[in-house]
């Protein structure tokens, strides 16, 4: 029987554990959501959520080894998240899946959560294979984009130079008011009709000849928007907020296509994966869906499930590493809130 892995995620404000079978099936994937907890602050404050981690994991392992009716024993290799992260929500998670690793005296394997994002697009549908191809990772905490060679084999092309697409959205979300995180609410929003050429918002970096993005300018934007567009409509008139919100996704939606496909028909990769909670916006699958279409390329979206943080996307990544001979992770090896991806020069696939 193909090797059973057990994964934790606890890099942020998600308890997730999953179980794993070789590398394609997915046995169980629960996710503990904490969101409820941090809407009062509109955001996640780290001992908070190392406090939820350190109460929900204790159920959770339990109750998906039961979910899949597996036992301890069974149990091949344990992974979790080492990286980057909230240091006090990663260390919860690695010293569980350490201790289990050492009880049952089996490998542990500390994955990066931004390889779990990465990766994430070539799980279920795709085969469960990683090809060459350029990939996009747009979550609350990263923009990155990445030429990949193989498993383990990648090369960095470029990523925010300021906020995160994700953390775009949800400072933006705070500014009109919207509940958090703004990412699914701002979708929502513009989904009800919004003009998305109503306000004409800046594309940051789209002309700068490279693969970097930046977009506080365009949060800026909608700061110093805000106030006119009351002045202009006094009187209780409300916000035109679904134009807003599709005038703003469409900002940020356009620089993501237009750089990811110039990254892949300068590295000539013909596979495109994007990944991480932003890729669930609607416009953004859309977008890409056409945009790949029109140029000949192949799409592989994260499903819905594995877009956001999950322990199925580490699991597979754990499953890959030991499937291409990669070694597991020393129990001394720390976490690392700032963990980059291994950067190597890939080989021309
Ligand atoms: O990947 P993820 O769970 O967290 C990180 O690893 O950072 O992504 C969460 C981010 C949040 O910023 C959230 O607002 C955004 O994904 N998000 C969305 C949508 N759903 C989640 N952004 C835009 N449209 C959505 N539908
Ligand atoms: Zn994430």
Known sequence: MPPLTLAIETSCD????????GHDALLVSEVASQI????????????VASREHLGALPALLPQVLAAAGVSWGEIDAVAATRGPGLASSLMVGAAAAKGLALGLGRPFYGVNHLEGHLLSPFFGPAGGHVRPSVGLVVSG??????????????????GTL?????????KVGKLLCLPYPGGPEIDRLARAGGDPRRFDLPRGMTGSGDFDFSFSGLKTAVRYLLPKLATAAPGGTPLPLADLCASFQQAVVEVLV????????ATRREVVAVSGGVSLNTQLRGDFTRACAAHG??????????????AAMIAFVAAMHRAAGLPPTPLAADIDPNLRLPFLVADAA
């Open 258 to 265: 237009k750089k990811t496909l110039v990254a892949a028909r």
């Open 141 to 158: 905490g990263h923009t990155l984009l990445v030429e990949i060679a193989a498993v383990g084999r990648y090369r960095r092309l470029g």
């Open 14 to 21: 998600e308890t997730a554990v999953a179980l794993l079978r």
């Open 36 to 47: 409820d907890r941090h809407r009062a602050t509109g955001g996640v404050v780290p001992e």
């Open 297 to 310: 390329l192949e799409l592989l979206l994260a499903s819905p499930a594995l877009c956001t943080d999950n």
């Open 162 to 170: 300021d906020d995160a697409a994700g953390e775009a959205f949800d």
